[in-house]
């Protein structure tokens, strides 16, 4: 099985990516930044790796130059470059580091499928998920007011299980970013107000909450060309829209937990199976897979005797902050390791 590396400073990014990667067989490693790229690829093999364009301190490019130079006389993975606006000017950037395959995000999993058969890469079809949900999310999901998501369970590989993990992850990026965004109103520091808004649209899009993403696209770009107007005439509004949105992401997520607990009311776990059950999570948490972690989680913590429930509360804790050394010590705590 080949091993392949995302890098993006998003975790929304990352999240859905590492989905579709992992539905066709792949096993993916995460780096949240060009720093931990680098690092990655030292103590790592991998035949590929999928690098955002803009990140803070080491963006996209610089971020593959790095690796090029450390993996010098080595053999080198491959890579494919990720942009939410792959215009000539960013193809041009990722052309002078020898990169000619160029996603868009949001990435469409069909896309992603061509783009590794064209570059060679195998990829395991049956691997592939879609629908099949035990619990009908449609009712949870169509209260979203500014989403399609039915576009975003596409985008999803077709699956609103997938869509569902995700919203927690979206929920704590918009805040976050939105307290940036507060925090430096008022200022004209262009990079942060570009930043924070790249960020904002990469998570909308993802989600197909396409007309947020619009707005802030259009704020992003006027922080890049170093015009103060439009964004303070706008940001206010568009802030106030953000929450209203993140507002209802954030009940459609506890809407889903409380399905899933339903779903799983009543079902007990023996100490053999929760032993066995340790185990394979803290196999998933070392392999960095988000899903297959969230669901077992949801699994584990209905189950399980109420002795476990705090340590289990503390794995899920560290999950959704994407800590998953901490995730890991705590599994290793419960193993008595």
Known sequence: MSRVLVVDDNATNIVVLSTMLQNLGFEVDEASSGIEAVNAVCHEQYSLVLVDHLMPEMDGIKTIEKIRFVMRGEECPQFIGVSSNPNKDVRDEFATVEVEHLLERPVKQELLEDMLQEMGISIDSTAVVSGGEKINLEDILKEIDGV???????LMTGSAESYMKVLPVCVKNVKENCIAL???KGTKQFEGFSLHFHSLKGIFLNIAADEMAEEAKSLEFAAKAGDIGPIEENMDAFLEKAK??????????DKYTELKAQEFSGSTISDSEFSSNLMELKQHIEDFEFIEITELLEKMIAGADDSYKDGLDKVNSCIQEFDYDGALAAVNEMLGE
């Open 148 to 154: 399609d998501y039915k576009k975003g369970i596409e």
């Open 182 to 184: 507060e925090s430096i």
């Open 244 to 253: 209203k949105l993140n507002a209802m992401l954030a009940v459609a997520a």
